[in-house]
């Protein structure tokens, strides 16, 4: 398999050198956040309840187990979210603990928090403590469907939102089909959506030196990116529904199958279908197929036609004979031919790290690559395997200045 890093590159701690960000979320929405943050060279510190730490540590199988006698097991849902973060634990209800949060809090750029509306405030954090304890905090609050509205409260989980953003009828073989897609993706959205907004905080606090709280949710990170789906009801008054693997408004654009297996084609413009149709022997002069939107009211009898074309072919002459033609296709990939793949290690989008348990892992990379002017690379190279329950507790409690339970720096009880 080719190294996760095939090619030597300059590289830098990331554009995010010197931010502090405290990590209080679990699941994956938060912590997605704030492993983009990390990603991006932010020391990022994850605040866990002792008793079992973020709840994706008991998610799953599969589960991975320490090799070599080494003691320890890890859930791979966990390891997805939480790289380049320190691990500390904290009982947010204990008055010692809740004070090195606050010391935390006093030191942070941002703060990061996806519980359910109104739990911060009453653990004693609400935004007016915040804002008393580190005018320059930047907070980033994720909740499921929003924090304020008559269903502000409800709790947030990633298939229920796809359901009730409408993604999930959007999804599957057809209308009586519906289906979620096959990763969290409003959980993800909700992590991006989040990061992007804290980076604009940032930017804006260089001029007002204040921060604010940034808030967003599953809700909102799904319907905003209904894009032209959401536009046909909202525009065009159309109620759009599931219908497989071809898109609602373009043809021919999807899956088609072929000799021993299938491919997928896009083509999106008049030049390509003239170009697509000389190829493969359709008539591009049939009134049936005479321009996109003609075609897509035809769309049944056109997938009928390109796939009798397409049955004299298997999966690889088809792709060689459609890149011929200059017509955008791919193969469908499970995700171990991903991950072999050369373009995606070409990418970075492997990643090997040292886990202070399970030894060398490898784990999907991050979407961001930085460049000078001249070329060079720049982006973050020594990225950390996501810790163990706990891992930094005596390594972030001597930063903060507290050994045994008393503050070094004050010479006083922590309470």
Known sequence: MTPAHSAPRAGSAGPLEGTLVVDLSRALAG??????????GARVIK??????????????????????????????????????KESITLDLKDGADKELLRELVRRADVLVENFRPGTLDRLGFNPATLEELNPRLVVLSISGFGHDGPEGQRAGYDQIAQGEAGLMSLTGSGP??????????????AGIHGAYGVLAALLERETTGRGQVVRTSLLSSIVSVLAFQGTRWTVGGQVPAAQGNHHPSIAPYGLFRCAGGAVQIAVGSEGLWARFAGAFGLDAADPRWG??????????????????????FGPDELLAKLGEAGVPAGRVRSLDEVFAWEQTRSQHLALELEHSSLGRIEVPGGPLRFFRPNGTETTRLDHAAPPRLGEHDESVRAWLGVVEGRSVLAGSEVR
């Open 47 to 84: 605040v866990e309840n002792p008793n079992g730490g973020d709840d994706t540590r008991g998610w799953g199988p599969p589960f991975v187990d320490a090799p070599n006698g080494r003691e320890g097991r890890e859930s791979t849902y966990f390891l997805s979210c939480n790289r380049n």
């Open 291 to 312: 321009d996109n939107a003609t075609r897509v009211q035809h769309r049944a009898e056109l997938v009928g036609a390109v796939e009798s074309a397409f049955a004299a």
């Open 31 to 40: 912590p997605h956040a704030g492993m983009m943050l990390g990603d991006l």
């Open 176 to 189: 009586d089909d519906p289906q979620r897609v096959g990763v969290p993706i409003g959980d993800l959205l």
